[in-house]
């Protein structure tokens, strides 16, 4: 069973609408909820979320985390074609030098 | 921010050889460095954990003699594949964690296509 679960799995959108990408894990050993944006590459960091109810913003994009719920939300408005990616979730766990559990990841297509 | 540098970006090898990648955290010192693999349309699953001055943590399902991992330097890690496979084909990525608990951050990935 997945202990990260990213929905949904593939997104097409057109440019301009605002999206939602949902990741809901399982609470063993919780620390922190990340989320990574991966084109060709590595993935890069966006965004930490260690507090319920607080949201992080960054531009066009933003994160809330639910710990009683147990799950997170990834915002992205006025998308652009620059936005589409794999967009993934991952949690971190236990005293910090822990390597991050992966969801599969949110493919997003942003179409012009 | 910090920046973790991964090399080589590429290589290609004969089934058989020993591939050696190298994962180096720039401008900060990491005595816990991470190994993943990634398999095309899958995600990122780790390997092992590599600590400074001591053994590998490797998960399961992974085969400590076949991932070799040396992390000799708080600025160096390195996994070398030895008697590599066509089957281990597939994009290794590394991660080290900043300074003050900050989020990882990862190398370019290597990709590696064994014939």
């Known amino acids: 069973e997945d202990k990260v679960v990213q929905s949904p799995l593939s997104l097409v959108v057109h440019e301009g609408d605002t999206v939602t990408l949902n990741c809901s894990y399982e609470?063993?050993?919780?620390?922190?909820l990340l989320w990574y944006k991966q084109e060709k590459k590595a993935p890069t960091f966006l965004f930490m979320l260690?507090?319920?109810?607080i949201e992080k913003k960054s531009g066009r994009l933003s994160s809330i985390l639910d710990k009683k719920e147990l799950f997170s939300i990834l915002n992205i408005t006025a998308t652009q074609t620059g936005d589409s990616a794999v967009y993934l979730c991952a949690k971190g766990s236990g005293g910090g030098a822990d390597g991050l559990t992966f969801g599969k990841g949110t493919h997003l297509i942003i179409q012009p | 921010g910090a920046v973790v540098s991964q090399h080589p970006s590429w290589v290609i090898c004969k089934s058989g050889t020993s591939v050696k990648i190298e994962c180096r955290s720039l401008d900060f010192q990491a005595t816990t460095m991470f190994w993943y693999r990634q398999f095309p349309k899958q995600s990122l699953m780790l390997m092992a954990t590599?600590?400074?001055?001591?053994?590998?943590?490797?998960e399961q399902g992974v085969e400590k003699d076949k991932f070799l991992i040396n992390h000799a330097s708080l600025t160096l890690s390195t996994l070398t594949v030895t008697s590599a496979h066509p089957e281990d084909s597939s994009f290794y990525i590394c991660?080290?964690?900043?300074?003050?608990?900050?989020?990882?951050?990862f190398g370019n990935g290597t990709r590696l296509t064994v014939t």
């Open positions: 590599s600590n400074e001055g001591s053994k590998a943590t490797y």
């Open positions: 609470v063993t050993n919780f620390r922190s």
């Open positions: 991660s080290a964690r900043g300074p003050y608990s900050s989020p990882l951050h």
């Open positions: 260690t507090s319920s109810g």
